[in-house]
């Protein structure tokens, strides 16, 4: 005897999204779901009974995981917080130095920007230390914070160390610039000093 009523859940399809899907193991377009649960009679939907978390389904694997994986950057997203929090740094490391050396080290920092495929020169780095504070600056890097690994974090800061110390050694005030960015990376201290 077929099954007069029954509980089913159905699903609306709210947007595409990008995202790093956990089965995969890499970007992929999925599509966020709104689940819903229905009272069917002789399989017809009857009565809504309630929405269920909002998830998203892999269109590759059809693997379904909780929204929050979109909390995880894909590779493009990645990229572009290391262009952003990179340049942030150089613009601290420039900040941080006076006199002679100011040169020298934007010329190291535009260098080491060009060399990593970024579109920055002597202007746009010179307009961007003007206008762009500090604190501006340490949260581009604070975002790097969760997706760097500690060594991704030293390698990070020592590059950063390098253009720092182009024409001398490292002064007291890049010395404190130095430690600032590697707080925002949430680095213990003895990591920061080598």
Known sequence: MPQMYDVDVREQHLRTVDFVCPRCGL??????????????????????????????????????????????????QLVDLLELATVAAMVIAVRSTTGERVQAVSDGAVR???????????????????????????????RLRTELTPHGKQNFLHRLTSVAMVGGSLTSKQREGLLTVGRALGMALPHVHG
């Open 112 to 142: 080491l920007l060009s060399d990593s495929g970024y579109d920055v020169d002597h202007r746009r780095l010179a307009a961007l230390v003007a206008r762009t504070s500090t604190l501006d600056a340490l949260d581009d890097v604070r």
């Open 27 to 76: 970007d992929r377009v999925g599509t966020e779901l709104q689940p819903r649960r229905w009272m069917m009679a002789f399989h017809l939907p009857i009565a809504p009974l309630g929405d269920l978390p909002r998830v998203v389904r892999c269109d590759e694997c059809e693997h379904v995981a909780d929204l929050g994986i979109l909390d995880v950057p894909t590779t493009d």
